[in-house]
């Protein structure tokens, strides 16, 4: 008896080892079973697993599908809001037939919520990513993750509304990249006669589409032929509107879009024979993505400064707030609508007119009409509502009515729009051609009479411009032979840099004379300019003794010359003639933040106060987010100071300086070099001393700057009767004594914000660890003090907080030798 008890024991051990074996590799799960924290659900073609996860940075578990790669991406959240605070949460299928999330009291924390009850169902991941649970005697599907969305969106997802099944699918960011819970941002099909996508910022528009053709939205210029035959759009006109898609690229090995935590909608691909994920999409792309960016009846043109204008027609509603870069306000018409003032003008011959606009993101709220292409233009004329109209292959004639709102001008792709003008408007254009038809014959004899003499001048102007930009591309190769990045550059790109005469630039220097000097770099002299239209700029003319010029002015080139963002300085164009290596940059009439800090300017100028100081701090983040992983290019600085940021009339941060900044491949995170070139006091330890450069050297580098930010003193200011080594070290003996308000810079008296200033200074703290895995990425920094993360890490000790320093204080430049890398110190300028 004793012998048949162990038997049975025995075999029960063997049932629930074989089961829990069977299970790891299993794509089911039944009733009675369990799928414990350590196992997982495959599908069946490998490509996905259900399973437990913790978010980087947490020790939080959550259930997740997630693609099955070495970078796995979770795609979907079972329990976002309600994570399990320890491993010994379990998934199973209740007596009721529902899904469910148990935690260690066996209670229920999530449940896929089926009603009425099943006795016998299943849940099963397919190998498209959805999880299915099913009625195992009919094989009804009684619910599915595609039918609830996370903050991802796979092929064969539907994104809409689905009348047939009464339910609204929409995308839901996560809250922070280490928090799955519901956050700001939202996606989906607005339900209109032409469908858009839209991403919303807690129920505002905050980005869209433009209209569905049958093929592409076409306010997504960047839609090639790819989407041609793999985007589809359902619209049934009585509330069914979903969209949804595959693909059938076979160097993709796996592509899916996700709405981050941010708002930025992004396109990951993971091609084949590679292990990392590339972002190879994302919008919004730049500032005039943003929804209603210039108000109403403004226009956004990303490469025109500045980006919004008036349409025709218009002009500013608030020129003041127009004047200084905040465009909400909009704009309004110049002229009243001939049809708004007396219809019987229009017999008269003074009827309105429509001015045409090429290659335009057509407005929100249009109106379907159904007018043929000839009929579009006069359907809108008669109509006196209508100020607007548009006829484009695939969606037919478009009207408006009311206002125009969020209109932005493409380079490529878009859509003819037509807007409604007042005659007088079309007078004032005649007027214009007349003028025009008498200038031009007289124009015409006087450049025959000059054409000649000027010939020979512009002959030799243009000889020394080809031999200008003949040294540039001849330049780029040498330079970038043993580089890393060479793959990465695109030297045709360098066809669309300006190249600037030299006598041009020392004639809007006045000859570079001291009076025009702005400042003094680590490479030579920083001149003011004007050009002969009246355009300010500031030009950087390398010191012809300097042994790294080239080098400098080479990767600067290559670096910044293709990046556009508001909070990096723009590159105009260079100049390498007469032995010359200049680059030109736009003007920035506030010069740099170091002189609002710490030099006499924050005496002669205006003090900054804690808020102009917040939004200093959260432009740069984004500035630096923006090279690290938003641009078309991964951008590591290596020299972020105060003295590279350099502030516009109305103190918007811009970064500047990226001579030492260097490309990273896609599936790249650090590098290596012998040569440490930068800034004592903003080096990461990793990269002062082993030369190992990432993001993560950057973000420290960004964490003594917004030390420096709110305490108001240099982190080389600290001397030996300061009882600190540095800032660093004197800000971590305030927060641990907590007397923080030791640390800010006395002239902010406001005690109100004790609380916010606090938080600043943990992000510091966090910032500037001693060892680079500590600290958070850009993306969460921004969260942090955006508050979109509210619990933060308490930070370790950050450092040269207790060792002493290598380098010698105040010297310009220093050489050494710490652990066979060579060290260049560049001080600040």
Known sequence: MMLSSTKIILWRAILVLVFHIANASSNTLSVNQFLQDSETLVSNNKRFKLGFFS?????????GIMFNTQSPSVIWVANRDKPLQDSSGRVTISEDGNLVVLNAQNKSIWSSNISPAVRNSTAQLSDNGNLV??????????????SDLS??????????TDKSINTTSLLKSWKSPVDPSDGSFSAGIRPETIPQIFVWKNGLPHWRSGPWNKQVFIGVPEMTSFYFSGFELVNDNTGTTYFSYSYADQGVDMLYLVLNSTGFLQQKDLYAGKHEWEVTWASPANECDFYGKCG?????????????????GFKPKNQEEWVKGNWTSGCIRKSMLESERNSSNIEQGKQDWFLKLQSMKVPDSTIWVPFADEDCHKGCLRNFSCIAYSYHTGIGCMHWEGNLLDVQKFSTGGADLFIRLSYTELDQKRDFKVAIAIIVPVGSVILAIFGYISYKYLAKRRGRKRKSELLLRESLPNFYKESMVTEDINQAKFEELLVYNFDILANATEGFHLSSKLGQ???GLVYKGKLADGQEIAVKRLSQSSGQ????FMNEVVVISKLQHRNLVRLFGCCIERGEKMLVYEYMPKGSLDAYLFGSQQQEEEFLDWSKRVSIIEGIGRGLLYLHRDSRLRIIHRDLKTSN?????YLNPKISDFGMARIFRGNQD?????RVVGTYGYMAPEYAMEGRFSEKSDVYSFGVLLLEIISGRRNTSFHQDDCALSLLAYAWKCWNENMIVELVDPKITDLHIEKEITRCVHVGLLCVQEYAEDRPNVSTILSMLTRQIDDLPSPKQPAFTTRPSHFTQGSSKSQGSVNTVTITIMEGR
């Open 55 to 63: 978010p980087e940075d947490s020790t939080k578990r959550y259930v």
């Open 133 to 146: 649970l099913q009625d195992i005697s009919s094989r009804r599907v009684l619910w599915e993750s595609f």
């Open 151 to 160: 903050d991802s969106f796979l092929q064969h997802m539907k994104l809409g």
């Open 296 to 312: 109403l009846f403004g226009s956004c043109d990303p490469n025109s400064s500045p980006i919004c204008s008036c349409l025709q």
């Open 521 to 523: 770099g680590g490479f």
């Open 549 to 552: 010029g080239l080098e400098e």
């Open 645 to 649: 940021i350099l502030l516009d009339e």
């Open 670 to 674: 650090q590098a290596n070099t012998n």
